[in-house]
């Protein structure tokens, strides 16, 4: 099971699909109830990101081992305008579409490990993952 | 796909079973205001036992509905919150606090008769 899934976001029911991926691959690889809700919470979040501001892109999940702790690791990619200033966007409360602004910020804390990566005019990539206890 | 809306005296019932995607969510409200006004109800129930995941998205539009709702005039407890639901939203940082809620449907139902009669 080391192969990385992904699915394409281009839709609102393309965050369902990515959302019972990860569900499913959560359940798999032995995550509890709540780390399931967690995990697929933040996948739900990412999706609607990259359809709300990307467009398009995708969300691939695969699963890691780092030091015999297993862990799933989301990777939201796109290729939409990116983030110019990334500190606002990680602070609670921000938002530009009229949400609640909970997104990215939340996304952190639910998940153990989180990267944001963006360039102007050319995407952005970020990478979360959620360690099994 | 539309969440049906039942009618018991004077509440509206609601149980969310099916995984919520945007559109279903927003139709929701829609189907719920409409029922309120052609009902005339004084009070709803929305039971969230089977649902699994809400995020910042799905938050917003229970909380908009319970909002929109009382505008109306009628009142809406939101029940059944499951612990997981409990942990992420808070985890989210949305703590939905303006949004009244109750432990199961009995509970949610004694919540809007205590209200609608006090």
Partial sequence: ???QSCVEVC???DIVSARQLGRNMAKELGFGNVDQARITTAISELARNIYLYAGSGKICLEP???MG????????????????????VMEDGYTTSGGLGAGLPGVKRLMDEFTIDSTIDSGTEILATKWLR | MRIPILKLHEYLLITIQVELD??????????????IHDTGAK????????????DSFIAKVLGDVVRMS?????????TGIQPAVAITLIDLGISMREVPTALDLEQGLDKLQ?????
């Fill in chain 2, 114 to 118: 205590l209200e609608l009669e006090g």
């Fill in chain 1, 11 to 13: 839709n609102e029911w």
């Fill in chain 2, 70 to 78: 009382k505008l109306m005039g009628a009142q809406v407890v939101l």
């Fill in chain 2, 43 to 54: 009070g709803v129930v929305i039971d969230l036992t089977s649902v699994d995941m809400i």
């Fill in chain 1, 69 to 88: 702790r297993k862990g799933l690791r989301i990777i939201a990619v796109d290729n939409g305008p990116g983030i110019r200033d990334i500190r606002k």
């Fill in chain 2, 22 to 35: 945007d559109q279903t969510a927003l139709q929701f409200q829609e189907d719920l205001l409409n029922k």
């Fill in chain 1, 64 to 66: 890691v081992e780092q």
């Fill in chain 1, 1 to 3: 099971m080391d192969i």
